[in-house]
Nanobody
Framework: VQLQASGGGLVQAGDSLRLSCVASGRTFSVYRMGWFRQAPGKEREFVAGVTWSSGTTSYADSVKGRFTISRDSTKNTVSLQMNSLKPEDTAVYYC????????????WGQGTLVTVSS
């Protein structure tokens, strides 16, 4: 599975941004897709995930109510709508895929930088 993320940029606090990730290859075997982020000097953390077949979503507490993950199975795309952005949301955002026979996210996109200025 290949993942191509896009949509990052520089915004001000309170603004919105939408990230997209297009999957190609063995997309028929994808069970779940997610967004993770890594801020400078910090470990990578889970942001949001969606089960491909059912659309069931989950979020980190830090983004609940502000971020929305969605998928479009016809376009093999997962998106992350980010509203009310805060400076602490600044990070490189990665999309990832977990296959049906796996317990971890094993396929990763190249990352897209989101910078939120105060």
């Amino acid at each position: 599975v290949q993942l191509q993320a896009s949509g990052g940029g520089l915004v001000q606090a309170g603004d919105s941004l939408r990230l997209s990730c297009v999957a190609s290859g063995r997309t028929f075997s994808v069970y779940r897709m997610g967004w993770f982020r890594q801020a400078p000097g910090k470990e990578r953390e889970f942001v949001a995930g969606v089960t491909w077949s059912s659309g069931t979503t989950s979020y980190a507490d830090s983004v609940k109510g502000r971020f929305t993950i969605s998928r479009d199975s016809t376009k093999n795309t997962v998106s992350l709508q980010m509203n009310s952005l805060k400076p602490e949301d600044t990070a490189v955002y990665y999309c990832a895929a977990r296959l049906q026979d796996q317990y971890e996210y094993s396929y990763w996109g190249q990352g897209t930088l989101v910078t939120v200025s105060s």
